[in-house]
């Protein structure tokens, strides 16, 4: 099992993808750090990862676009209970839910 710090820079390079590729889904609160994005520009293949906080466990699936839409279906579900200020759309809040892996370190 990887260590915080490996998980956290892995995590950290797939949110730097997320953010580059289009379209993509992410979302920073308490508990997690999400993101869904196609893995290349045929779309064929998606990216779903987590980090969770505080204890580091980090998630990394490569899934068909059907799972994609169903996956984002179920996180849009809990955005309520965590608020819409939770979805990362300016590279403020990217750069911000980025600073937080550094507490893995």
């Known amino acids: ?6 998980n956290a820079k892995a995590f950290g390079a797939l949110l730097a993808q997320a ?3 289009t379209p993509s889904f ?5 508990d997690y750090i999400y993101c869904l994005f196609p893995a290349d520009e045929t779309k064929e293949k998606w990216v779903e990862a987590s980090i969770t906080f505080p204890d580091g466990s980090f998630e990394k699936k490569e899934i068909p676009p059907t799972t994609a839409i169903a996956l984002l279906i179920e996180e849009l579900k809990v955005l309520p209970d965590y608020g819409a200020d939770t979805i990362v759309a300016s590279k403020a809040k990217l750069d911000e839910a ?7 370190t």
Do not use: G, P, Y
């Open 98 to 104: 980025a600073s937080r892996l550094a507490t893995f």
């Open 26 to 30: 992410i979302v920073s609160n308490d």
């Open 1 to 6: 099992m990887a260590d915080k710090a490996e």
């Open 19 to 21: 953010w580059e590729h």
